[in-house]
Nanobody, 114 residues
Framework: QVQLVESGGGLVQAGGSLRLSCAAS????????MEWYRQAPGKQRELVAT???????NYVNSVKGRFTISRDNSKNTVYLQMNSLKPEDTAIYLC????????WGQGTQVTVSS
């Protein structure tokens, strides 16, 4: 059974930082492309960052230079370091494992106050 468990969300002031973690089980983690999405109220789910099995990364323009995605294959965990947070970053953040299908975590709430 595949499980993705996010943690690290919370309430932070604008300009602050948070580090999200997503621990995976039930998949061959090192072979998966891993993704972070976010969904704000009333908005479509948005792909924020991707890291391939080989370690290549990609970001949506709105977070470039502020967010960093990384992975630790020894811990089956993917991270999202979020710096210089803005109120518009407020959303539920979900991780996904992309293999022959996409598996989802339950999400963690990030709230950035102005």
């Amino acid at each position: 059974q595949v499980q993705l468990v996010e943690s690290g969300g919370g309430l932070v002031q604008a300009g602050g930082s948070l580090r999200l973690s997503c621990a995976a089980s039930g998949i061959i983690f090192r072979l998966c492309n891993m993704e972070w999405y976010r969904q704000a109220p009333g908005k479509q789910r948005e792909l924020v960052a991707t890291i391939t099995s080989g370690g290549s990364t990609n970001y949506v323009n709105s977070v470039k230079g502020r967010f960093t995605i990384s992975r630790d294959n020894s811990k089956n965990t993917v991270y999202l370091q979020m710096n210089s947070l803005k109120p518009e970053d407020t959303a539920i953040y979900l991780c996904a494992a992309n293999t022959f299908r996409r598996y989802w975590g339950q999400g963690t709430q990030v709230t950035v106050s102005s």
